[in-house]
């Protein structure tokens, strides 16, 4: 399931990314950098989600 989390949510950063390149290139500066920090967020979180991923799997091999 993580895996798939993960997978989605590269889907999201690069949709949100390319909002806030328009966004930006139309003159919503402001709204555009918060898009680009839910972008960055997003990829935090996989971060997180990685960490996770590899906790697991590191204790299934233990069982």
Same mark, same amino acid.
């Given at each position: 399931?993580?895996e /798939?989390?993960?997978? /989605?949510?590269e *889907?999201?950063i %690069?949709?949100?990314? +390319?909002?806030a %390149?328009? &966004? =930006? $290139?139309d003159?919503?500066l402001?709204?555009?950098e918060d898009?680009? +920090? &839910?972008? @960055? $967020?997003?990829?935090? *979180?996989? +971060? /997180?989600? @990685?960490k &996770?991923? +590899?906790?697991?799997f590191?204790?299934?091999? =233990?069982?």
């Open positions: 399931m993580i /798939h989390w993960i997978e /989605h949510n *889907s999201h %690069q949709s949100f990314r +390319e909002w %390149q328009k &966004a =930006k $290139k003159g919503f402001e709204a555009s898009i680009f +920090e &839910a972008a @960055n $967020k997003i990829e935090e *979180s996989n +971060e /997180h989600l @990685n &996770a991923k +590899e906790g697991l590191h204790l299934r091999g =233990k069982m």
